[in-house]
């Protein structure tokens, strides 16, 4: 029962770094998200995925970027990190088709760019 | 554009007492879904309760219920009889027709005293 599995949990990275953060589901899902949280507003999307091979830009996409090279697997880039991109992560997945099928959540990913 | 809003950054409830979290969205599309999520302190996401746009009934998940007025475009939380374990973070969330994205609130944090 591994749902939507986020890796790493934490990492802490100096201004200028580049990191990759990985997100898996088992649930044979067809769209995928990264999301941003910050401190009094909620959850921005960042970019997300329609299926293998297609992204595309969400609410806050400046400064990262994804690839979906595989059904199972979402990965969010930075290419140069910035103090602002400090924040928790979320990736999440959800079937298409019926308006009704909710999200499911990884357990999050704790960024901090010194 | 603002299409989930929260008005209630904190909120307090006795234990046992019940509690209304409040949510309004902003869609002109007829076709819509609408979910509420809970986060503990130990971050993750938590599915609680969805209600389409076209459903007849008030969604019902024991305890949770949603208060659902079209006509109002408002969606509130109904949390009764509630528990120390419900003190959390409940953000609100809508699916638009498309399926493709899911709009979240900043989020209610709610704290139940014993």
């Known amino acids: 029962n591994a749902g939507v599995t986020q890796t790493p949990k934490f990492r802490v990275l100096k201004t200028g770094q580049s990191m990759t953060l990985l997100c898996a589901q088992d649930?044979?899902?067809?769209?995928m998200y990264w999301y941003r949280q910050d401190p009094g507003m909620g959850l921005r999307l960042i970019h997300y995925s329609v299926g293998e091979g297609t992204t595309a830009k969400g609410e806050v996409p400046d400064g990262y970027n994804v690839s979906r090279l595989k059904k199972q697997n979402f990965l969010l880039g930075l290419e140069s990190a910035a103090p602002s991109q400090t924040s928790v992560y979320f990736c999440a997945s959800s079937n298409r088709g019926a308006l009704g099928q909710p999200q499911h959540f990884g357990d999050g990913t704790r960024l901090s760019i010194l | 554009a603002q299409k989930i809003t929260q008005t209630q950054p904190g909120m307090f409830v006795q234990e046992k007492e019940a509690v209304t979290l409040d949510c309004t969205y902003d869609t002109s599309d007829p076709s819509y879904g609408l979910f509420w999520y809970k986060q503990p302190s130990s971050g993750e996401m938590i599915f609680l309760i969805y209600?389409?746009?076209?459903?007849?009934q008030n969604a019902t998940e024991g305890r949770y219920s949603l208060n659902f007025q079209k006509a109002r475009k408002s969606a509130n939380l109904v949390i009764s009889a509630s528990q120390l374990g419900d003190s959390a973070m409940y953000f609100c969330a809508m699916r638009d027709r498309t399926g493709n994205q899911f709009y979240f609130g900043t989020g209610t944090s709610l704290t139940v005293i014993p």
């Open positions: 649930m044979n899902h067809e769209y």
């Open positions: 209600q389409g746009s076209y459903d007849q």
